[in-house]
């Protein structure tokens, strides 16, 4: 049965907005990001979500238990500039409804 979460992502100027993700339409956070417009276009997803730019990556603010990252993830954030210990790489991280409260914060840009 199909369910949407609520996600609460802080954009690159700091501000907080909670928005509705569906859990059927194998999006990712990236996807989410971009279809609400929370950054400018162009400078998130520029590689299309194929873990090759690091233009999505975010902070994960909450104690969300999060799918382990992959080989690809692991050598973009080696890469990345402002990586922290709590990065990601929005377009790895698909919404399923065990991220519901989610709390991340978008990188700066490169």
């Not at 509705?20 to 929370?38: I, K, Q, S």
């Not at 590689?47 to 992959?70: F, I, K, R, T």
Request: proline share 5%.
């Amino acid at each position: 049965m199909a369910q949407d979460i609520t996600l609460f992502i802080t954009d690159r100027e700091g501000k907080t907005h909670q928005v509705v993700a569906p859990t059927d339409m194998n999006m990712n956070l990236m996807e989410v990001v971009r279809a609400y417009e929370l950054a400018p276009e162009g400078t998130i997803g520029v590689c299309g979500g194929m873990a090759m730019c690091a233009s999505c990556q975010s902070y994960v603010e909450s104690d969300h238990l999060l799918p382990v990252q992959s080989a690809d993830e692991l050598a973009m954030l080696a890469e990345a500039f402002h990586v922290k210990e709590n990065s990601r790489l929005g377009c790895q991280l698909f919404i399923t409804p065990d991220l519901h409260g989610l709390k991340v914060t978008l990188a700066p840009e490169s």
